[in-house]
């Protein structure tokens, strides 16, 4: 029924971890001294920080942009071809069915 789920998630599995790891800036020290100078020098480290998560983020961001397309594609692929099956057991159902009303008919004008 949802076979395009298991693929999905396997596909987005290995990187959940390393998107919440990056999601999540973790600062290696959250208290601000009094002093300026020791204030200044964590501030600047922990924007030095948020700029590598920041950096690192978009790049996972990318890859799921990729595969998030390959998926697409591939979704788009399945429903054409599901379309193109539906249409042709359409098209035999219909023969079928006129096939047995034309075998019915003749039953009853032999009879």
């Known amino acids: 029924m949802y076979t395009w789920l298991l693929p999905a998630v396997k596909a987005i599995l290995p990187y959940v971890g390393d998107i919440v790891n ?3 800036p973790v600062f290696k020290s959250r208290k601000i001294d009094e002093d300026a100078a020791t204030q200044e020098a964590l501030l600047q ?3 030095n ?3 590598d998560v920041a950096s690192l983020n978009a790049v996972h961001i990318k ?3 990729e595969q998030l397309k390959q998926m697409v594609i591939t979704l788009e692929q399945g ?3 599901n379309e193109r099956r539906y ?3 359409s098209m035999l159902s219909w023969i079928a ?3 047995s009303l034309t ?3 003749l039953l009853w004008r032999g009879n």
Do not use: P
């Open 22 to 24: 990056a999601a999540l």
């Open 45 to 47: 480290k922990q924007i």
């Open 49 to 51: 920080e948020l700029q």
């Open 63 to 65: 890859d799921l942009a």
């Open 79 to 81: 429903v054409i071809a």
């Open 87 to 89: 249409r042709r057991l």
């Open 97 to 99: 069915i006129a096939l």
């Open 103 to 105: 075998a019915t008919g």
